[in-house]
């Protein structure tokens, strides 16, 4: 039988005209996806051709507007292909994603390398006073002018060559970094008999024997180097032989020797990084990264991370003269180590801030602080939110909403994703189906949050720790960045923003959460219904500043040698052990706390570049969500109209609309200070609380 409208069944290649357009999930599946790809890819290129080809001259319209016409059903493709890849893979999807990578990889180089399409782009750029441009078009013209030049348009041939070289080699090193990290994790056991489990709670022997089981120790128990495996172990474990070695082991990795050392790969990377950027004509690779940022330059970026570092260090020392203490009093007759900190805080934060997870758990349900994050955007910026039953998703417990504005006009579709199944990688984020946009009519955006909660029993209830429902609200805070995104241009809608700015909405969000007022009211027990004991409320709210010394120095320390890496201008041979140590020394790193991540392992840094020489982007975030609560504080009203209009205008409806700068200036009336970050991370000269 000859099969001739093979092309007509594929859902991925028709109109979708269910409600919002939502893709068809039902009628999707996995052999649909390569035929899509290959077509909406050929369409693509002949977009970006024509656009390229056009005899008119460019202006404003047959170039950027075109471009942000061009490749609209790759985009739907890609996007809910990425999105089952992330949250509902198997087999299949796994092997179209390896094939299918390279491939989009290619797409989006040779799109780069397209001198004539650079070439309108660049006319208009140099034209730019003359064409009328209003400032989002502006701001949109600059991006893809920006996105040309950072990839090496109107560079000479043989330094496009070169380019590509250290690309594709950098790519190999990324790789080969990440799996070295993951085979030193994998290679490394501690064995422990029964004498060796003094200490640990019952949880943790469970999951370790399953471990010992799952590779053939029957009836022992393992520690691994997973994150998960080791650090509550060094939490707990009473044994400091063990801790030791477990914490001598967990350090090195990438740093053993052999195949897996990953010193020569770091230091090659930083070096290709800092060609790459002289190619580009920055100074050094930090001022590279850093020039499409909200902190701009490394020094702003440098100066934030020292005005925290100082009196971060002063607390950690303050912690570390009571956990000396209690070691003391313990018997114990030594000085602390970096394998002796977890363990006595753990101690010390039993004694000051207690409280049993049973205790607290029956008052955080998942439906209720759904219902609080709804809410939160309801009080804020007047959305009201109505389940629908209507929509096959991808996973039967995946659940919809109509979010609807204040004039109950439809803003966006919100799919909730929330609990862990074997399909979904770990972790929570926030994803698009549809961003929004308006370039021709407005289009609403299908926002998606996907969480990793285990599922109540049957007809019970789903609890949540104290953290699961934080999480919640910061993925619901991604999520009203993309809801409320109010822009024409696709490119610079919702949470397409610099990678110091994107946290900030989701971050911010979370302060609600912690507010009194929203725990008394959404948080009651599930049998009585009554609210959260004060007494346990305050204590859950206070926990928050313990140990945030530690913290904060552990963090800061891998964010300045992230900084000082990538600031060489033109690295040699660089040592990693000894660089390492020469800035840890000269930063003053106190002898008891190590980097969160040494060099030879900082997968943020060194398995790719999403992070790299931007590890600082996550303190720069907070410095503006506890700057930017303090707004709602100092009006006294947590939901004050005239601060939660701006908060939209200027932020969560913003996208890249605007300079972050002044984006954040719009919304506060003036540039972020740093005191909010000390006072909530409980690091101002004052000690905060008992503890
Ligand atoms: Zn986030």
């Given at each position: 039988m000859v099969e001739t409208a093979a092309d007509q069944k594929n859902p991925l290649l028709e109109p979708w005209t269910g409600p919002f357009e939502a893709p068809p999930f039902g009628r999707i599946r996995p052999e649909h996806f390569r035929p899509a790809f290959d077509l909406a890819l050929k369409e693509a290129r002949a977009e970006n051709a024509a656009i390229a080809a056009d005899p008119e001259p460019p202006n404003f319209r047959n170039t950027i507007e075109a471009l942000e016409r061009a490749g609209r059903s790759l985009?739907?493709?890609?996007?809910?292909?990425?999105?089952?890849?992330?949250?509902?893979?198997?087999?299949?999807?796994?092997?179209?994603?390896?094939?299918?990578?390279?491939?989009?990889?290619?797409?989006?180089?040779?799109?780069?390398?397209?001198?004539?399409?650079?070439?309108?782009?660049?006319?208009?750029?140099?034209?730019?006073?003359?064409l009328g441009l209003d400032p989002q078009q502006a701001r949109v013209l600059e991006r893809y002018h920006l996105n040309f030049t950072r990839n090496g348009a109107g560079l000479s041939a043989e330094?496009?060559?070169?380019?590509?070289?250290?690309?594709?080699?950098?790519?190999?090193?990324?790789?080969?970094?990440?799996?070295?990290?993951?085979?030193?994790?994998?290679?490394?056991?501690?064995?422990?008999?029964?004498?060796?489990?003094?200490?640990?709670?019952?949880?943790?022997?469970?999951?370790?024997?399953?471990?010992?089981?799952?590779?053939?120790?029957?009836?022992?128990?393992?520690?691994?180097?997973?994150?998960?495996?080791?650090?509550?172990?060094?939490?707990?474990?009473?044994?400091?032989?063990?801790?030791?070695?477990?914490?001598?082991?967990?350090?090195?990795?990438?740093?053993?020797?052999?195949?897996?050392?990953?010193?020569a790969i770091a230091a090659e990377t930083v070096r290709l990084r800092a060609e790459r950027a002289r190619l580009l004509g920055a100074p050094s690779f930090a001022h590279f990264r850093l020039a499409d940022t909200m902190a701009k330059t490394p020094e702003a970026a440098l100066s934030l991370l020292r005005s925290v570092w100082a009196p971060a260090r002063d607390r950690a020392a303050e912690e570390e003269a009571a956990l000396q203490d209690i070691a003391a009093s313990d018997g114990g007759n030594f000085k602390l180590a970096p394998w002796d900190w977890r363990y006595y805080s753990e101690i010390r934060r039993k004694q000051a801030?207690?409280?049993?997870?049973?205790?607290?758990?029956?008052?955080?349900?998942?439906?209720?602080?759904?219902?609080?994050?709804?809410?939160?955007?309801?009080?804020?910026?007047?959305?009201?939110?109505?389940?629908?039953?209507?929509?096959?998703?991808?996973?039967?417990?995946a659940r919809a909403w109509t979010v609807m504005g204040p004039g109950g006009a439809p803003v966006a579709l919100f799919i909730g994703d929330y609990f862990a199944r074997p399909s979904k990688r770990s972790g929570a984020w926030m994803s698009d189906f549809r961003g929004q946009q308006k370039l021709d009519g407005e289009e609403l955006p299908i926002i998606v949050n996907v969480m990793n909660f285990s599922k109540g029993g049957d007809?019970?209830?789903?609890?949540?720790?104290?953290?699961?429902?934080?999480?919640?609200?910061?993925?619901?805070?991604?999520?009203?960045?993309?809801?409320?995104?109010?822009?024409?241009?696709?490119?610079?809608?919702?949470?397409?923003?610099?990678?110091?700015?994107?946290?900030?909405?989701?971050?911010?969000?979370?302060?609600?959460?912690?507010?009194?007022?929203?725990?008394?009211?959404?948080?009651?027990?599930?049998?009585?219904?009554?609210?959260?004991?004060?007494?346990?409320l305050q204590k859950l709210l206070n926990a928050r500043r313990f140990n945030q010394g530690f913290a904060t120095v552990e963090y800061t320390a891998s964010a300045l040698v992230d900084l000082e890496l990538h600031l060489d201008p033109a690295p040699g041979d660089i040592d990693i052990t000894a660089f390492e140590r020469k800035e840890l020394e000269r930063i003053g790193m106190p002898d008891a706390i190590t980097?969160?991540?040494?060099?030879?392992?900082?997968?943020?840094?060194?398995?790719?570049?999403?992070?790299?020489?931007?590890?600082?982007?996550?303190?720069?975030?907070?410095?503006l969500d506890a700057d930017g609560f303090e707004a709602f504080v100092e009006a006294g009203d947590i939901f004050d109209p005239a601060a939660a209009r701006r908060l939209k205008d200027f932020v969560y409806a913003g996208g890249d609309s605007r300079d972050y700068e002044e984006a954040y200036r719009g919304f506060r009336g003036r540039d972020p200070l740093p005191e909010p970050l000390l006072r909530k991370r409980g690091l101002e000269a004052a000690p905060a609380g008992d503890a």
């Open positions: 985009d739907r493709v890609a996007s809910v292909f990425f999105n089952l890849a992330s949250a509902q893979s198997n087999d299949e999807i796994e092997a179209i994603e390896r094939e299918i990578a390279p491939v989009l990889s290619r797409h989006r180089s040779d799109f780069f390398a397209n001198e004539a399409l650079f070439a309108r782009i660049a006319a208009l750029k140099a034209n730019e006073s003359k330094a496009k060559a070169r380019l590509a070289d250290i690309g594709e080699r950098l790519a190999t090193l990324g790789a080969a970094f990440g799996q070295n990290v993951l085979a030193d994790e994998k290679s490394w056991l501690l064995v422990l008999d029964h004498g060796d489990l003094d200490g640990l709670p019952a949880s943790f022997v469970a999951s370790a024997a399953r471990a010992a089981a799952d590779r053939g120790y029957e009836g022992q128990h393992l520690v691994t180097l997973a994150r998960s495996s080791v650090e509550p172990f060094l939490q707990f474990s009473k044994r400091r032989d063990l801790r030791e070695k477990a914490f001598r082991a967990w350090s090195a990795r990438g740093e053993n020797g052999g195949a897996t050392d990953n010193r801030y207690d409280f049993d997870e049973s205790e607290i758990k029956p008052y955080l349900q998942l439906d209720r602080l759904i219902e609080a994050a709804f809410y939160v955007a309801s009080r804020l910026f007047r959305l009201s939110f109505t389940e629908r039953f209507d929509l096959e998703l991808y996973d039967k417990d007809g019970e209830p789903s609890f949540l720790s104290f953290d699961d429902a934080r999480t919640l609200f910061h993925e619901f805070g991604h999520g009203l960045h993309g809801m409320l995104s109010d822009v024409i241009y696709p490119t610079i809608s919702g949470t397409n923003v610099a990678r110091d700015f994107v946290e900030f909405p989701s971050q911010l969000y979370e302060h609600w959460l912690e507010q009194p007022e929203i725990l008394r009211r959404f948080a009651p027990h599930c049998k009585t219904g009554e609210p959260m004991p004060e007494a346990l980097m969160r991540h040494r060099t030879p392992h900082f997968q943020h840094v060194f398995s790719g570049d999403s992070y790299s020489a931007a590890y600082y982007s996550y303190l720069w975030s907070e410095i």
